[in-house]
């Protein structure tokens, strides 16, 4: 079987693909990715031996430019997106038997039109719950387009959300379609989501409720990491008591500007070192002490294993992994689905949410005396056992078999 799977974003988008991808490999199918054209990507990819399509520029320097929240330039971009799915991800696609796409809303439509083009099996994916409709939740605003403060009904919140994604992308898919002898679609999102979505998320740590949409959970897309921990780094962890983490992923450095010197106080006040990632903040330390430690990109399977907490900002990739590590996290939510993740860590008691998006060392000290708290810590490690590790496998076999959840 050929599978092909779409993506467009940063770290959060392309890692569950490529976990899925692997997995798709170890049960026979022949597999590409389809996915933006950063280096760090593609040595991922290539190093997991699986075959990357780059499409659409490069995701990093536009997450590290681009004003947090800012709808500047969105159209354009949305549009770009589009074209590249009906261009190279068509092309990607052709003989192949599948096609999975998960990402920004227009990368989705776009990717179920060329499926329905080529007369392929499509399945939508998302890495979170809060931008599947739901009764239970509001909609998250789109860029540009926020939604009435005051207004009370998911439902209405949720119809309106369609009327907006026809009213940002609608135009540009139309166009498209029809130069690619499709019919136009009446809703956008519902169009991308189908009505069977597959939910790439643990069902203990992110339960889904019912809903009149028929979501499919798999449990959450995890990449196997085998690699060793940087020598520098295991002599860091082995000289001393476990330090608690500090890192922030994709974020942009204007979304997280002062808060690793705020996270070192606070950490330094409870006599605990730190390691921080630089991500793609650049995060920097203010002095040269030895009780910190700057790293790269490292396997966080192994690294979470060894240290006494994580401070992160709420991604769901980063989330779980601290999971199922059974590590204690704080976690510093910005935007998007952050929010959501935060309330999980805090609702099952595996860690804290630090009230606000700019903490000062205190308020993160608050944050840390629950996550570092013994009890945080044995409800962290009962939590690990129950987060289960075949998501990627329940999803092959629901792709490779043809069972029901595929549109």
């Not at 947090?68 to 770009?80: F, I, M, N, T, V």
């Not at 998960?102 to 989705?108: K, S």
């Amino acid at each position: 079987m050929r599978v092909v799977l779409s993506t467009y974003g940063s770290r959060g988008a392309v890692e569950p693909m490529a976990g899925l991808a692997v997995r798709l490999r170890e049960f026979g199918a022949q597999v590409r990715v389809c996915a933006p054209p950063d280096e760090e990507f593609a040595l991922r990819l290539a190093g997991l031996g699986v075959e990357l399509v780059p499409v659409g520029s490069p995701v990093r320097p536009l997450v590290t430019s681009v004003t947090p929240g800012s709808a500047q330039g969105l159209a354009q971009r949305a549009a770009d997106l589009m074209a590249a799915q009906f261009d190279i991800v068509a092309a990607a696609a052709e003989g192949a038997d599948a096609l999975v796409a998960t990402g920004p809303l227009p990368v989705a439509a776009a990717a179920r039109s060329v499926a329905e083009k080529l007369g392929l099996r499509y399945v939508h994916a998302s890495h979170q719950p809060v931008s599947l409709p739901s009764p239970h939740r509001r909609p998250p605003a789109r860029r540009g387009q926020p939604l009435p403060p005051t207004a009370t009904d998911n439902q209405a919140l949720w119809d309106l959300d369609a009327r907006i994604a026809n009213t940002m992308f609608g135009e540009t898919l139309g166009t498209l379609r029809a130069a690619a002898g499709l019919a136009p679609v009446d809703s956008v999102r519902d169009y991308a989501f189908t009505a069977r979505p597959w939910l790439a998320t643990d069902p203990f740590l992110s339960p889904w409720q019912p809903t009149g949409l028929g979501v499919v959970q798999t449990g959450a897309w995890c990449v196997p990491d085998e690699r060793p921990l940087p020598a520098e780094l295991v002599a860091f962890l082995d000289d001393g008591p476990p330090p608690v983490y500090v890192g922030f992923g994709s974020m942009p450095r204007g979304a997280v500007e002062g808060v690793a010197p705020a996270a070192v106080e606070a950490i330094r006040a409870r006599g605990r070192r730190t390691v921080v990632s630089r991500g793609w903040a650049e995060l920097t330390l203010a002095d040269g002490r030895d009780d910190c430690l700057l790293v790269d990109e490292v396997n966080h399977r192994a690294l979470f294993r060894r240290v006494a907490a994580v401070v992160h900002h709420g991604s769901a990739g980063t989330t779980t992994t601290a999971a199922l590590a059974g590590v204690p996290q704080v976690v510093l939510a910005q935007g998007a689905d952050q929010p959501y993740w935060a309330g999980r860590v805090t609702g099952l008691g595996i860690g804290a949410a630090h009230e606000g998006p700019a903490p000062a060392a205190e308020s993160l000290s608050a944050a840390l005396h629950t996550a570092l708290a013994p009890e945080t810590r044995a409800r962290a490690a009962a939590v690990a056992a129950a987060v289960r590790t075949d998501g990627t496998a329940v999803a092959a076999r629901l792709l490779l078999e043809g069972a029901a959840g595929i549109a």
